[in-house]
Nanobody, 123 residues
Framework: QVQLVESGGGLVQAGGSLRLSCAAS???????MGWFRQAPGKERQFVAAINWPGGSSYYADSVKGRFTISRDNAKNTVYLQMNSLKPEDTANYYC?????????????????WGQGTQVTVSS
């Protein structure tokens, strides 16, 4: 069973950048990897995802052109580079994995989750 641990969250001013990391405890061979976020009082929403082995990536419209997802399969790690951050990006960010390698935008379709890392963007 793969376990996921996120890191890299923090407080940043609007316009700044952060890089989130998600380290998997086991091999993520054939797994699709994704990032979701959840703000207080709101549903968890899709941010970005990458298939196996990483040839295709997908983004929510709200982050296209600002966020980049990537994966290092040798390190079993997926990254989310976040640039031009906005206050509305403030949320708890979760890493997710799906063993089929297929990317889904619905959170309920993903079978493994990390504990999350908080991102706060001040105006």
């Amino acid at each position: 069973q793969v376990q996921l641990v996120e890191s890299g969250g923090g407080l940043v001013q609007a316009g700044g950048s952060l890089r989130l990391s998600c380290a998997a405890s086991g091999r993520t061979f054939s797994y699709a990897m994704g990032w979701f976020r959840q703000a207080p009082g709101k549903e968890r929403q899709f941010v970005a995802a990458i298939n196996w082995p990483g040839g295709s990536s997908y983004y929510a419209d709200s982050v296209k052109g600002r966020f980049t997802i990537s994966r290092d399969n040798a390190k079993n790690t997926v990254y989310l580079q976040m640039n031009s951050l906005k206050p509305e990006d403030t949320a708890n960010y979760y890493c997710a994995a799906h063993r089929s390698g297929v990317v889904y935008t619905l959170p309920r379709m993903w079978d493994t989750w990390g504990q999350g890392t908080q991102v706060t963007v001040s105006s």
